[in-house]
């Protein structure tokens, strides 16, 4: 690592050890022990700074994030990462309009079974909000194009059977 760090910027180094993390079989984002700033070294108001936090700390769930999202759409509205964790914090933590709106957008811009999941649970969180039959057969619609396009192995699949089954049950 020290000779990476000689021949790259911090900023280099940390989106190197974020995308081998974020590459793992998690379900949730990596986090950092309480006092441990990885960001300390690097430009505060960079924008690929920004960037990496946001998506390292997207799991952090708290507010703070929200408002980040918003800032790093703005100046990059077709960010597909940054739409796709915005997303989930809007459908868990916030409007699930917005998240709705931000994973279809994520997905239209990049379909991929990230993207279909992410969809399919943004509407899943609207239906339990709304009880609109049409958010039901939106969350099934992207479950279906997920598990067409899903291996078992995807850390998301089986919570989306769970989810797949629930809206089943449902009639839908």
């Not at 769930?61 to 915005?86: C, H, K, M, Q």
């Not at 999941?117 to 339990?128: I, T």
Request: net charge positive; hydrophobic share 40%; glycine share 6%.
């Amino acid at each position: 690592m020290e000779a990476y760090l000689r021949s790259h910027s911090a900023v280099d180094a940390f989106r190197t050890v974020y995308l081998i993390l974020a590459c793992k079989k998690v379900n949730e984002a990596p986090q950092f022990k309480i006092g441990v700033d990885p960001f300390k070294d690097m430009p505060a108001g960079d924008y690929e700074v920004v960037r990496l936090r946001f998506l390292w700390e997207w799991g952090d769930i708290t507010y703070r994030l929200r408002p980040v999202g918003d800032r790093l759409l703005a100046r990059d509205p077709n960010d597909v990462e940054v739409l796709w964790s915005d997303s989930f914090l809007d459908s868990h933590y916030g409007g699930p309009a917005d998240g709705v709106a931000k994973a279809e957008k994520a997905v239209k811009l990049y379909p991929c079974v990230r993207t279909y999941v992410r969809a399919g649970d943004a509407h899943a969180w609207m239906y339990m909000k709304t009880k609109k039959p049409e958010d039901g057969k939106r969350t099934v619609y992207w479950f279906d194009k997920y598990f067409a396009a899903a291996k078992k192995d995807d850390p998301a699949y089986s919570m989306s059977v769970r989810e797949r089954a629930y809206f089943k049950k449902l009639g839908f």
